[in-house]
C-alpha cells in the first residue's frame, strides 16, 4: 500500500499546486465558459436534501485514487465540538438525509454519536464505507450498530475481480472487502424486505470513462452472486476526479491532458444540471462549509465569504444557501462527463 501525498511531501499535497493545474489544462475550454455554453451560468443550488459531513481524513487504507489523500498517517479529525455544531445545525433545518464520509469515516470517535444524534432527529443516515474497516478488531460490533440504525450503506467495490480491485486499493483488499459484503448480508444488509440497504460504487481503475450503469450492475451481481452469494441492491458507477492522488496518477502516466480532453468532450449538459453540489452541503471535519466533497479537498470554500463556517450559520443564512451560487472549476468536468456520477460522488476511492 502506498502513503499519502503528503506524507511524501508530494507537491501535489498542497491545493494551490493542484489547482495551478488544473487552471493550466490546455485540452479542454475552463468549465465556467462551458457551463454558459448551455445557459447554467452561475450555477446554483436547487435547494438542500444533503448534510453531507466528512468527519475526517484518517483511513485505514491508502487506495491510489482517493480525491481525500485519506490515509492512517492523517490527523486531521472532527471533534466533539464540530459534531455537536453539526447536529445543532441540522436541527435547525428540515434537510432529510446525513451522509457521513472520510477517510474511514467510522474510526472517528463521534461517528456513532452522530448517528444516533442524526436519527433521533428523524434524518436517514448513509455511510461511505471502504468495507474492510468492519474487519478491524476495533470495530467488530459496527455492521450490528449500523443495522441497528437503518444506517444505508454505500460502499467502494472498484471491480467484482480481485486484481483491479487490489491494484486501486491495495493488496488483500478485495478479499476483505468480500469478507465485510459476507458479514453484512448475515446481517440482513441487501437482503430484500430487510430495510437494509447495501448500495455498491465501481469506479475505473485507469483514465477513462465508467461504462453505462445498468450494464455493469448486471455483471457485478451475476459473478458477486455467483462466487461469494453476495447481494446487494444498487450498484452506482462514479467518474475518478482529476484531483489528489489519481492527479497525480494522471501526472505521472503521462494521462492527465487526455484524461481531461475525454471527460470535456464527454461533458453532458443533462449531468451538468444535476450535479450533486446543486442539492448537498458538505461539511468539513473542521465546520467549514463547501458546495461538495471534491470542493473540500481542493479548499474551495462558499462563495459567500458571510457563511464560510457552521458557527456563522443562522436561519436566514440557511434559506440563504438553498440557491447559493456554486463554485466551480476545471474539476467539475469530472462530474458532468456520461451519465455523471450516480451515487452523489464522494465515496474515498
Ligand atoms: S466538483 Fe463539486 S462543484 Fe464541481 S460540479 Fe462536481 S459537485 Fe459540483
New binding site residues.
Given amino acids: 500500500m502506498g502513503l499519502t501525498l503528503l506524507s511524501r511531501h508530494n507537491p501535489l499535497a498542497s491545493t494551490e499546486r493542484q489547482l495551478a493545474v488544473l487552471a493550466e489544462t490546455k485540452a479542454c475550454l475552463p468549465f465556467e465558459e462551458r457551463l454558459t455554453s448551455v445557459g447554467l451560468t452561475p450555477?446554483d443550488a436547487t435547494g438542500i436534501t444533503v448534510f453531507q459531513i466528512n468527519v475526517g481524513k484518517l483511513c485505514n487504507q491508502t487506495c491510489r485514487h482517493c480525491h481525500v489523500d485519506a490515509g492512517p498517517d492523517r490527523e486531521e479529525r472532527m471533534t466533539r465540538e464540530t459534531a455537536e455544531l453539526c447536529i445543532r445545525v441540522l436541527a435547525q433545518t428540515d434537510i432529510p438525509t446525513v451522509d457521513i464520509t472520510g477517510g474511514a469515516p467510522e474510526l472517528n470517535p463521534n461517528f456513532r454519536w452522530l448517528i444516533e444524534q442524526a436519527t433521533a432527529l428523524g434524518r436517514h443516515v448513509i455511510d461511505r464505507c471502504n468495507l474492510s474497516v468492519l474487519l478491524l478488531p476495533s470495530q467488530s460490533d459496527l455492521g450490528a450498530f449500523l443495522a441497528r440504525h437503518k444506517v444505508e450503506i454505500i460502499a467502494s467495490l472498484p471491480y467484482f475481480r480481485p486484481s483491479q480491485t487490489d491494484a486501486q486499493r491495495g493488496d488483500g483488499v478485495y478479499e476483505k472487502s468480500i469478507e465485510a459484503l459476507q458479514l453484512l448480508n448475515r446481517l440482513g444488509y441487501g437482503q430484500e424486505g430487510s430495510g437494509l440497504t447495501l448500495n455498491l460504487v465501481h469506479n475505473p481503475v485507469g483514465a477513462f470513462l465508467p461504462p453505462k450503469q445498468e450494464a455493469i450492475e448486471a455483471q457485478f451481481r451475476r459473478e458477486l452472486l455467483r462466487h461469494h452469494g453476495i447481494r446487494f441492491n444498487h450498484l452506482y458507477t462514479i467518474t475518478n476526479?482529476p484531483i489528489s492522488r489519481f492527479l497525480e496518477f494522471l501526472l505521472e502516466s503521462g494521462n492527465y491532458e487526455g484524461y481531461m480532453e475525454r471527460l470535456a468532450n464527454a461533458f453532458n449538459p443533462a449531468a451538468?444540471a444535476g450535479?450533486?453540489?446543486?442539492y448537498?452541503l458538505s461539511i468539513g471535519w473542521d465546520g467549514t462549509l463547501y458546495?461538495?466533497d471534491?470542493?473540500q479537498m481542493l479548499d474551495l470554500p462558499l462563495a459567500d465569504k458571510a457563511i464560510r463556517h457552521l458557527r456563522d450559520v443562522t436561519p436566514a443564512g440557511l434559506a440563504g444557501l438553498q440557491n447559493r451560487n456554486?463554485?466551480?472549476?476545471n474539476?467539475?468536468y469530472?462530474?458532468?462527463a456520461g451519465s455523471g456520477s450516480s451515487c452523489g460522488?464522494a465515496v474515498t476511492t
Wanted: one cysteine or more.
Fill in positions: 450555477l476526479m451538468a450535479v450533486m453540489c446543486r448537498t458546495d461538495c471534491f470542493n456554486i463554485v466551480t472549476g474539476h467539475c469530472g462530474c458532468t460522488g
